[in-house]
């Protein structure tokens, strides 16, 4: 059993997009790209699977029970409230990859799991970059795609962050954060910040990647 984390040492906090097709609820984000999904609450149960809720927001939220009957990841799918722009649901895991037990053994704290495209986008708070590069090393040693897409300081962080960046990188990251493209829910898709910058998405999420991982090497 892992250690809790010592809240001290927690100074960063990540944000990474990761995509695999044998994640949890995977082919139900896939289906509606349309809406966010929010993991907001998890629970373990005595059968050893898990019970989550979530948070569907978005026109047509209360259409989301039939892709989680034919998702197979999970079962028992249950609408617990709705309102007229979201919808909250219980699932139990029966079968998917997960990273959750994966991230507290290695000392991090899960803020935040939001779907956005097709991809989960977890917001972890961990202690140090050793553990973080030893969250990448598993998910490419088990194939799933991940990106980071933004790192900083939570409050309180010795001394302020480094930015040598360069001109591309620093208009990249401007154009993202001014467009919305870090916030949750996004609010700009990386073919939009492609098409700001008159690049393609490729390059962009490049461009991107090289900037944060700038930030990150001199961060730490």
Known sequence: MASPPDPSAMETVAEVRLSHDRFVLGSTIATHRDLTIQLTAQAPTSEGDWLLFLTATGDGAGRLAEALDDD???ADPR???ETEDHCVYRVRTVAGLRVAGVLGDLGFRVLDVTSDDGDWC????GPDRSALTAFF???QSVGIDLDLERIY???GADGPAPRSLTDGQTEALRLA???GYFAVPREMTLGDLADELDISRQAAS???RRA???LLEETF
């Open 72 to 74: 197979p990841t999970v």
């Open 79 to 81: 609408r617990l409230t």
């Open 122 to 125: 977890y917001r972890i708070q």
């Open 137 to 139: 090393e598993h998910c």
């Open 153 to 155: 300081r939570v409050p």
């Open 177 to 179: 954060n001014e467009g």
């Open 206 to 208: 490049e461009r991107l």
């Open 212 to 214: 944060v991982g700038s």
